[in-house]
Structure formats: C-alpha cells, structure tokens
C-alpha cells in the first residue's frame, strides 16, 4: 500500500461517519403543533394566613393596626381567649404560646407565658407574663415582663425591654 492510499482511508472514513451523523439528526425534527403547545400555569395550593390573636401550632400573630384609632384585629379560638379594650387598641391574649409575633404601629399587648416574643412594630407596648427570647424589628416599642430577664435581640432604636414593676 502506498503512502497516498494510506490517507485516503481516515479521510474516507471520517467522510462516513460525518454521512451517518447527519443521517441521524436528520430523524430528529422540530415540530409545532396542538400537542407542542407551551404548558399551562396550574393552581398551586396557597398556605391559610395565619389568623390573629390565636397560638395555632405554636405560632400567634397579633396585629395591632396602624395606629391608636385603628382597630385591633384578634380572633379568639379554642387556644387562646382575645378581647379588645375601648378606647385604645388594646389585645389582652390569655393564652401560652411558643412564639407570638407583633406587627403594627401603637397599641398595648397583654400576653401569659411565651417561649419568643418578635416585636415588629413603632410605638406598641407588650406586657407579657414570662418570656425567653425577645425579639425587636422596629422601634420606640415597650416590652415589660415578669420572670427571668430574657435575652434580647434589638435590631430597632429606642426600645426597651424591662422588668414589670
């Protein structure tokens, strides 16, 4: 066999294998058409708010609005007993729960026993009966309470926590 022969094989055989490749793709087309169509959104399963003024499952959201004309929102439930006081948005929750969190502007809390306490608000006052963990998200917000001290985490300005007197 010569020289020239020799390369005249890889080159032949390169040539087939690029012939079969495309043969290959050539099977495999893009189509459009009914059953092509781009998938539709489905309705996902939305998680229930959770309700106000209620220790479901450990957790208790009190909203005391968005200012001391606001009405406070609570609902009672088999777990905790929430009433509101005239004049002043005022939610006294006689209940225990691991973790209550309060949101809104101005109003007063009154809670028993809880595990963490989260303060989100400007100007609300929580008196709570024994608490472990505080925790403040807003600012110019009061929280008093009875037992230990509890550790405090104050990412606002000008709150104070401090023992009932």
């Known amino acids: 066999m010569t020289a ?15 012939v079969t490749g495309l043969a290959v793709l050539a099977g495999c087309t893009a189509t459009t058409g009914p059953d092509d169509a781009a998938p539709s959104p489905t309705d996902t399963p939305r998680a229930a708010a959770a309700e106000t003024g209620t220790c479901t499952d450990g957790f208790m959201l009190v909203d005391t609005g968005t200012g001391p004309d606001a009405a406070l929102e609570t609902d009672s439930g088999p ?18 729960c691991d973790l209550v ?3 809104g502007s101005g109003g007063t809390v009154e809670l028993g ?3 963490t306490l989260v ?5 609300v006052t929580v008196s709570v009966d024994q608490v472990t963990t ?19 985490e104050d990412a606002g300005e000008r709150n104070t926590v401090a023992p009932a007197a």
Do not use: F, M
């Open 4 to 18: 020239r022969a020799a390369r005249r094989r890889p080159a032949a055989a390169t040539l087939a294998l690029a």
């Open 79 to 96: 777990e905790a007993e929430a009433t509101i006081e005239a004049d002043s948005p005022v939610a006294v929750v006689d209940s225990d």
């Open 101 to 103: 969190s309060v949101v």
């Open 113 to 115: 026993t809880v595990g």
């Open 119 to 123: 303060v989100e608000g400007t100007g």
């Open 134 to 152: 505080v925790r403040l998200a807003g600012d110019d917000d009061v929280v008093t309470h009875g037992g230990a001290a509890p550790t405090v």
